[in-house]
């Protein structure tokens, strides 16, 4: 399955909220939730040395499920954000090696 594949299963799925600002407010944090419970059990493995994997995966799939909601709601294909997302993150790196390079010099 693509994620954009994913995207149209997952528009299928009502969202609650009567209005857009509604849906898209409900769908963020519904994604930072998520999030939260991810980055929960992570500082579990600082505080207690606990950690669970599987549920950290559980969670990502969640967190990955609310993020593609608020793409379709944007009307964006995941797949056209995450190539844009590619190239901001491999312009910063391309910034940050050339600010490195000129400290170096």
């Keep these: 399955m693509t994620v954009d ?3 149209q299963w997952a528009a299928g799925i009502s969202t609650p909220g009567a209005s857009r600002n509604e849906r898209l407010t409900y769908l963020a944090l519904a ?3 998520e999030a939260g419970e991810a980055c929960d059990n992570i500082k ?3 505080r207690d040395g606990t950690f669970d994997e599987d549920y950290l995966a559980y969670e990502l799939g969640d967190l990955i499920y609310y993020w593609t909601c608020l ?3 944007l009307g964006k294909a995941p797949s056209d954000m995450l ?3 590619r190239a901001n ?3 910063r790196i ?4 050339s600010v490195i390079a000129q400290r170096s010099s």
């Design 5 to 7: 594949e994913y995207a």
């Design 31 to 33: 994604l930072i939730g």
């Design 44 to 46: 579990n493995l600082i």
């Design 71 to 73: 793409c379709v709601e």
């Design 83 to 85: 190539a844009k997302s």
């Design 89 to 91: 993150i491999e312009q």
């Design 94 to 97: 391309a910034q940050r090696s």
